[in-house]
T-cell receptor
């Protein structure tokens, strides 16, 4: 069992839908990252959370430290949001990665 | 300015060759990483350096040798390349202990033929 689990693995939705991707971790962490990997392969850091909630545009990330759970939400989804979304737990000097969620938004 | 830059972006080489991938960050971060992304798109840590000192060395063949001349650079040298080394390699940096993001290079797609 991975120390960082993401769900779902694959998600296909229609443009405009509200998207939720979940991440659970079993290790003690100092922070949790949400990252986006574009179809071209590049990785972009979206959020780094150690508590509470962060918002950037249509993206919202929340974390519950007690429950060891984080969620990434996308409001008013758009085809350009199609990508792989990865959560990674920062423990000491190591990022422990989830397997990623492949999101496809259809027009 | 690019925060974390890797070169080259693409590398095609024959089995048995020795090659290097370079990584530089201009963010002043004290920790740098090398990750390998396998065919299933899963990222696995290979090495982590903090202030030029090796912190993490996962089970990686000793054909892979990281070199950190200063805390802004972490290069990956691979000897005697094998077909199974074909993958995308990502360099990243962060400031551990502070409230900062991890930043990634654009990746190097290595193809061993």
């Amino acid at each position: 069992k991975n120390e960082v689990e993401q769900s779902p693995q694959n998600l296909t939705a229609q443009e405009g839908e509200f998207i939720t991707i979940n991440c659970s971790y079993s290790v003690g962490i100092s922070a949790l990252h949400w990252l986006q990997q574009h179809p071209g392969g590049g990785i972009v850091s979206l959020f780094m959370l150690s508590s509470g909630k962060k918002k950037h545009g249509r993206l919202i990330a929340t974390i519950n430290i007690q429950e060891k759970h984080s969620s990434l939400h996308i409001t008013a989804s758009h085809p350009r949001d199609s990508a792989v979304y990865i959560c990674a737990a920062l423990k000491n000097y190591q990022l422990i990665w989830g397997a990623g969620t492949k999101l496809i938004i259809k027009p | 300015d690019t925060a974390v830059s890797q070169t080259p972006k693409y590398l095609v080489t024959q089995m048995g060759n020795d090659k290097s991938i370079k990584c530089e960050q201009n963010l002043g971060h004290d920790t740098m990483y090398w990750y390998k992304q396998d065919s299933k798109k899963f990222l696995k840590i290979m090495f982590s350096y903090n202030n030029k000192e090796l912190i993490i060395n996962e089970t990686v063949p000793n054909r892979f040798s990281p070199k950190s001349p200063d805390k802004a650079h972490l290069n990956l040298h691979i000897n005697s390349l094998e077909l199974g080394d074909s993958a995308v390699y990502f360099c990243a940096s962060s400031q551990v202990g502070a409230n900062t993001e991890a930043f990634f290079g654009q990746g190097t797609r290595l193809t061993v033929v």
